[in-house]
């Protein structure tokens, strides 16, 4: 089945300063990868996927890049402020099929002023 | 339009007990997936509901089952159970069961089983 495996586990940046968390997947068919941000206490919100048919999507602040040769994606988060703090989580599955979202350990991003 | 909640928000079990988390769909939602989150981990999927169907299982024994009801809210059952229940529940209901149809997680149930 699916593995994910996602990096680092935790991140301290500077308000302002970018953020990086990268995960990796080791199913080939996988091609539905969608990033989830939690928050303590809230339920955790999708804030942005991709699929495997194009390389990079961009919303905002938010970006997600894929290779799919070397079966990696990642995400990027520009002029970083407090309320991103969170963990981020990214998942895997296979689009348009019923089921199950394999989803990476998390990383722990805090933004400090 | 309301969220998906859960109750309860925190519980505490022996082993050997039995447990019933509950959650509530979002409106229109018709699919609700569980999920167990331990400390540190990414969510695992349980099994997912489908229109008072199962529709899919991950890799979990039988003693973890579910319902879902009339109104697509669900339940998820866990019996017998073992220190390594101890997680974080989280349910989670999207418009159907497709994987590319976003799933709206609830804030989840944190059970303890001592």
């Known amino acids: 089945g699916e593995n994910v495996e996602q990096h680092p586990s935790t991140l301290s940046v500077q308000e302002g300063d970018s953020a990086v968390i990268k995960c990796t997947y080791s199913?080939?068919?996988?091609?539905?990868f969608p990033w989830y941000k939690q928050e303590l206490g809230k339920g955790s919100q999708l804030i942005i996927d991709?699929?495997?048919?194009?390389g990079e999507k961009k919303d905002q602040r938010i970006a997600v890049t894929l290779n799919k040769t070397a079966k990696h994606f990642s995400l990027h988060i520009t002029e970083t402020q407090p309320e991103d703090s969170a963990v981020y989580f990214c998942?895997?599955?296979?689009?348009?099929?019923?089921?199950?979202?394999?989803f990476g350990a998390g990383t722990q991003v805090v933004v400090t002023p | 339009e309301t969220g998906v909640t859960q109750s309860p928000t925190h519980l505490i079990k022996t082993r050997g007990q039995q447990v019933t988390l509950r959650c509530s769909s979002q409106?229109?939602?018709?699919?609700v997936s569980w999920y167990q989150q331990a400390l540190g981990q990414g969510p695992q999927f349980i099994f997912q509901?489908?229109?008072?169907?199962?529709?899919g299982r991950g890799n979990f024994p039988p003693r973890f089952s579910g319902l879902q009801f009339p109104n697509y809210s669900s339940e998820l059952n866990v019996n017998a159970l073992e220190l390594d229940d101890s997680a974080l529940y989280l349910c989670?209901?999207?418009?159907?069961?497709?994987?590319?149809?976003?799933?709206?997680f609830g804030p989840g149930t944190r059970l303890t089983v001592l």
């Open positions: 989670a209901s999207s418009l159907s069961g497709y994987t590319t149809d976003t799933q709206y």
């Open positions: 991709i699929r495997s048919n194009v």
């Open positions: 199913d080939s068919a996988s091609n539905y």
């Open positions: 409106s229109g939602h018709n699919t």
């Open positions: 509901y489908y229109r008072e169907e199962e529709n």
């Open positions: 998942a895997a599955s296979i689009a348009d099929s019923w089921g199950k979202l394999q």
